[in-house]
């Protein structure tokens, strides 16, 4: 017998107990960008290699150790979106989106090499979403204010909000000597990652997540202290709106994502219900991004929301939502009554909107069949057999009770809407 062939270690089957939950999460958030004027855009999960080198910087984790890429038959190198903001900006410049402000969303599944654990898989799905053409910092808090929304929604409890402001490009580059300087005198204490990140990308070192760095980095500089003026009207105007909305959150000055192409207002939803993998929806600004990709110079803002660990904290804090069950199981008894039972159950669904109706397929006893609806958790199976037929009725029975009733065809739909 030939090996069984098993799934990409880190690339997981969804199945069909889980499935219903991923439904619901992404209606709901998908219910809340619409209310506040996003629309969808799709584009390849496949791009040239430069769009990720190029936006994501080449002194990134990303870049260095984690991409999926490859050479295809023409010799272009290509790679698995290891994240959205590239593709969508590549998009939006390529097809003229960006003549006018854009709210846009999307949803599918990114890649990135790496250990897998919980929380951490090599394919992974996220919601992004972004908003070009606008100065901020109103379209920073909207953004903010709206994740906050996508949880209540969803029930969610469990997250703090952080924030942070990198500042300008000016900014960034005065306080990379300070770090540097400060990181050189103490240069001993560094670990393995942070050498190599000294010179190349520095503030990723504040962002490291080994425990024996956090005493290093929590005495370091802090970027805020050495914001320029117009970033740092902006951040306080962006804490004042937040304030004003009554939404709690806690300034974290080493919060620098991990990205290269974050710029001002930076932010995380994180929790401490997912073990070291707590970051459940992340984003920014990313105002240069455009320019630094060929475009037209663009503000630009975004953020990305990791399903997996959302639906995970989801569990983690008992705010799953109920998955509605199946309304009817039809069982059929003979071929005469399972062909008759076809004919019924889609006069069913049109009678009734949005009816859950599983006709039972593929033969079987009337024994094995009830089985099967008792698992499906119908709220009524519906019985035909040989009498059944002749008469033109159907046995209702009640699941929760057991109690059974006689129902005429031409009756049956009005039944079921009780």
């Known amino acids: 017998m030939a090996e069984i062939i098993r799934s990409i270690r880190g690339m997981n089957d969804i199945l069909p107990d889980v499935t219903p939950y991923w439904q619901v999460v992404e209606t709901a958030l998908k219910e809340v960008l619409s209310g506040y004027g996003y629309q969808e855009i799709r584009f390849p999960i496949v791009e040239k290699t430069e769009l990720f ?63 897998p654990q919980k929380g951490r898989y090599r394919q992974f799905h996220q919601i992004g979403v972004e908003a070009y053409g606008f100065k901020g910092p109103d379209i920073d808090a909207e953004m903010i204010l709206m994740t906050a929304r996508i949880w209540k929604k969803l029930g969610l409890t469990g997250a703090t ?71 740092r009207q902006e951040f306080e105007v962006l804490c004042q709106s937040l304030d004003d909305a009554g939404l709690a959150y806690e300034v974290n000055p080493r919060l620098v994502r991990g990205l290269d192409y974050y710029g001002k207002t930076v932010f995380e939803w994180v929790t401490d219900q ?91 006893s009337f024994k094995n069949q009830f089985k099967r609806a008792d698992r499906s958790g119908a709220r009524w199976t519906l019985i035909l057999g040989d009498d059944e037929l002749s008469q033109q009725v159907v046995g209702v029975k009640t699941m929760a009770t057991g109690e059974q009733e006689t129902v005429a065809w031409d009756a049956l739909a009005n039944y079921l809407k009780l």
Request: charged share 25%.
């Open 274 to 364: 997912l073990g070291s993998q707590g970051t459940i929806c992340a984003g920014g600004r990313y105002d240069g991004l455009v320019a630094q990709l060929g475009g037209k110079a663009a503000t630009a803002i975004g953020f990305a929301i990791g399903i997996e660990r959302l639906i995970s904290l989801l569990e983690a804090t008992d705010a799953l939502p109920i998955i509605p069950s199946v309304d009817v199981y039809f069982v059929a008894v003979g071929e005469a009554a399972a062909k008759q039972s076809l004919l019924l159950a889609e006069t069913l669904r049109d009678q009734i909107e949005n009816l859950k109706l599983i006709t039972h397929c593929g033969g079987g």
């Open 53 to 115: 080198c190029r936006s994501i910087g080449e002194v990134t984790d990303i870049v260095e150790k984690e991409m999926y890429t490859f050479n295809d038959r023409n010799g272009d190198q290509l790679t698995l979106r290891p994240e959205g903001t590239a593709g969508c900006v590549r998009a939006a410049m390529q097809n003229g989106l960006l003549n006018q402000t854009q709210r846009l969303w999307y949803m599918g599944p990114m890649f990135r090499h790496e250990r």
């Open 161 to 231: 909000l952080q924030i942070n402001s990198l500042g300008s490009t000016e900014a960034r580059l005065a306080y990379r000597d300070v770090l540097i300087a400060y990181f050189e005198s103490h240069q001993d204490e560094l670990d393995e990652d942070s050498q190599r990140r000294l010179h190349s990308n520095p503030l990723r070192i504040l962002d490291s997540k080994n425990p024996a760095m956090q005493a290093l980095n929590d005495a370091a500089p802090k970027l805020i202290d050495h914001l320029d003026d117009e970033s």
